[in-house]
């Protein structure tokens, strides 16, 4: 649907990587986050590894905005994390 793809929110903050969801998450803060906070896995060289992604924005600048005021509120590192691209991405 073209449409669907014209109101894409297609960006997103990785804020956690690891090899099990206990190893993502210890010590994340994400309580008060306006934006959905979701846990997924993937295959990596055949092996799962796990990834916690916040928020679904329209444009770059948005996530790269979310991305800082998480590491001001001390979610993440000052130099951790990174906006990525996220085609699935979903805005609740």
Same mark, same amino acid.
């Given at each position: 649907?073209?449409?669907? &793809?014209?109101?894409?929110?297609?960006?997103?903050? @990785?804020?956690? !990587?690891?090899?099990?969801? /206990?190893?993502?998450?210890?010590?994340?803060?994400?309580?008060?986050? &306006?934006?959905?906070? !979701? @846990?997924?896995?993937?295959?990596?060289?055949?092996?799962?590894?796990?990834?916690?992604?916040?928020?679904?924005?329209?444009?770059?600048? /948005?996530?790269?905005? !979310?991305?800082?005021? @998480?590491?001001?509120?001390?979610?993440?590192?000052? &130099?951790?994390? /990174?906006?990525? @691209? !996220?085609?699935?991405?979903?805005?609740?």
């Amino acid at each position: 649907n073209p449409a669907d &793809s014209a109101s894409a929110a297609g960006w997103a903050a @990785l804020v956690g !990587a690891g090899n099990t969801p /206990q190893s993502v998450t210890e010590g994340l803060d994400l309580a008060g986050v &306006s934006a959905a906070a !979701a @846990l997924t896995a993937i295959l990596y060289g055949g092996t799962p590894w796990y990834r916690m992604v916040v928020g679904a924005y329209p444009s770059r600048r /948005q996530a790269d905005s !979310a991305l800082a005021a @998480l590491r001001r509120r001390g979610v993440v590192g000052g &130099s951790s994390g /990174q906006v990525v @691209l !996220a085609p699935y991405a979903l805005r609740l």
